[in-house]
């Protein structure tokens, strides 16, 4: 429980700024190790990648670990790590006949629940804060998915669609 001082480099940045922090769980998402903590310079829970982090730190101080801490606030171990505090959207997610098999054979969240439709098609639903990953996930399956929940999805996966479209 001891304060930590790094280095950090975010992922859109090639230099390191000096961070302050009391690191609450060290996390594995798919091969990748992140802290996640109180930042105290942004006065927020925050998560950082260990691999572009340097120069680590003990300080003299010590931090008291928050006893209303729920680390589920945060992150969704089955989708991601990105640090949301807002509450869980549904998801549901149709997907055509064709990836009907790849999708029912997965495991990809543990609160999912699949429905088989009458065209063949499989509609997975599951709830989710993991709003930047999951629709990183999403985009991968190109043509073959529709969104059907959430509105906000939907909305960014149109407007990422037609600057695309608008390159070629």
């Not at 594995?28 to 260990?50: E, M, P, S, T």
């Not at 990809?108 to 804060?129: A, E, M, P, T, V």
Request: aromatic fraction near 14%; glycine fraction near 6%; proline fraction near 3%.
């Amino acid at each position: 429980r001891q304060v930590i001082q790094f280095e950090y480099r975010s992922v859109g940045n090639q230099d390191y700024k000096l961070k302050e922090f009391d690191s609450y769980h060290v996390l594995c998402q798919k091969g990748n190790w992140y802290i996640l903590g109180f930042d105290h310079d942004k006065n927020d829970i925050r998560v950082y990648a260990l691999s572009r982090i340097r120069n680590i730190k003990f300080m003299s101080d010590h931090f008291k670990f928050p006893e209303d801490f729920d680390i589920k606030k945060h992150v969704d171990l089955d989708f991601g790590i990105w640090n949301n505090p807002e509450p869980p959207e549904e998801y549901e997610l149709l997907f055509i006949s064709g990836m009907a098999n790849h999708v029912s054979e997965r495991h990809w969240h543990k609160d999912q629940k699949l429905i088989r439709q009458k065209d063949g098609s499989i509609l997975l639903k599951f709830k989710s804060n993991q709003k930047e990953m999951i629709f990183s996930w999403v985009m991968g399956f190109g043509a073959a998915v529709t969104v059907k929940a959430p509105v906000e999805l939907k909305r960014k996966i149109k407007e990422v669609c037609e600057k695309v479209m608008g390159k070629y």
